[in-house]
């Protein structure tokens, strides 16, 4: 008995799990800009145009959590940091949560619920076009974001989920054209957010060229068949 009990292995001890134990607080972070929008909307602090202020600090909002989303691939790539793609999913998930806020608020305050004038808008207005476009891009990807979509749909999860470099494109675009012609002052900060979705673009472009590679590679040869006939 007693060499029984000598020979008996230690328990084993849950290992604790850092990533899960900050996601509360990255949460708590990405809730952070619209409490503070709504204090400042409280307060009156949004200054002599509160609508603008309100549809600008929800969209940027939305296009940093965007580009944050993008940026996890390049960044487990430069740096091995292979954990943080398991914040991937929640800040994609609060982009189009902004994006949602966005739009609804340039629905029900600037168009006043007249959301019939929407289709007029998007047929006249090319940054509204594009805007309206990321979002509804954005909702599949939100509907499929579970384990158990992922596990369903199988390789058709990642093609779909690669709607998201459109979504970004679109998203960066519906800024830069939002902002009036000849204001260098406002156009530099839509173009800077271009610029870095460019830079986290070309950053994915070697593992495209090599998964491309490795495709062809794979790919069986065309097998030709030999058709007997009469001479």
Known sequence: M???AATRAPPVRARFDRIAASKPLVFALCLLPLAWLAWDTLHGRLGTDPVARLEHRTGIWAL???LATLAITPLRLLTKWHWSTRYRRMLGLFAFFYASVHLAIYLVIDLGGFWSQIFGEIAKKP???VGFAAWL???PLAVTSTKAMMRRLGPNWLRLHRLVYA???CGALHFLWLVKSGNTI???EPVIYLAVLLALLALRVPGWLRRWRSADVRRPAPTKTLRSGKA
């Open 2 to 4: 007693r060499e029984a």
């Open 64 to 66: 940093r959590l965007l």
């Open 127 to 129: 940054y509204i076009t």
């Open 137 to 139: 891009m954005m909702i």
């Open 167 to 169: 979504i970004g494109l």
């Open 186 to 188: 406002a156009v530099r």
